[in-house]
């Protein structure tokens, strides 16, 4: 989801070193193109589940409702307050300062056992969290125009 700008930050690299320690690497297929956000959500919404590290990837994923784990850290303020509180999907968050591998699979067995109803659950969940935003987004405008930094 992340190419750059220097290799600590391509995700491609990152994937490539994990597709290294896979046991069926011919199932596996890194995309290595430069796509755009547009072309990634397209791909990520074609996903049966999907488990991210970065924020927006799974924000991509659970807006187009793809049942997803999220991979962070408790620090992290825009996974916690974005999927956590507002798409409420607390019990798809793994925090990976208890990281080991058994907690790691015990939280992917449960998600993917429970994605049927996870899935359900977005369908409903996620025109509310659309409302949401737009409705701050009215507000963030009007707030704006007031203090003269934009215009109606």
Not at 1 to 29: F, L, T
Not at 33 to 51: A, H, P, W, Y
């Given at each position: 989801?992340?190419?750059?700008?220097?290799?600590?930050?391509?995700?491609?690299?990152?994937?490539?070193?994990?597709?290294?320690?896979?046991?069926?690497k011919?199932?596996?297929?890194?995309?290595?193109g430069?796509?755009?956000?547009?072309?990634?959500?397209?791909m990520?919404?074609?996903?049966?589940?999907?488990i991210?590290?970065?924020?927006?990837?799974?924000?991509?994923?659970?807006?187009?409702?793809?049942?997803?784990?999220?991979?962070?850290?408790?620090?992290?303020y825009?996974?916690?307050?974005i999927?956590?509180?507002?798409?409420?999907?607390?019990?798809?968050?793994?925090?990976?300062?208890?990281?080991?591998?058994?907690?790691?699979?015990?939280?992917?067995d449960?998600?993917?056992?429970?994605?049927?109803?996870?899935?359900?659950?977005?369908?409903?969940?996620?025109?509310?969290?659309?409302?949401?935003?737009?409705?701050?987004?009215?507000?963030?405008?009007?707030l704006?125009c007031?203090?003269?930094?934009?215009h109606?």
């Amino acid at each position: 989801h992340c190419i750059g700008p220097d290799d600590r930050n391509d995700d491609r690299i990152a994937a490539r070193m994990i597709v290294e320690k896979c046991q069926s690497k011919d199932k596996i297929k890194v995309l290595t193109g430069d796509f755009t956000s547009r072309q990634l959500k397209g791909m990520i919404g074609c996903s049966e589940f999907f488990i991210g590290e970065r924020t927006h990837s799974v924000i991509g994923a659970v807006s187009m409702k793809v049942p997803a784990i999220s991979i962070s850290h408790k620090n992290d303020y825009r996974t916690e307050g974005i999927l956590g509180r507002m798409v409420g999907m607390k019990n798809n968050m793994y925090d990976v300062s208890y990281f080991g591998i058994d907690s790691l699979e015990s939280s992917f067995d449960k998600a993917w056992n429970d994605r049927e109803s996870f899935a359900a659950f977005l369908e409903k969940k996620i025109p509310e969290v659309i409302e949401q935003v737009n409705a701050n987004r009215v507000l963030l405008k009007r707030l704006l125009c007031e203090r003269g930094i934009a215009h109606e």
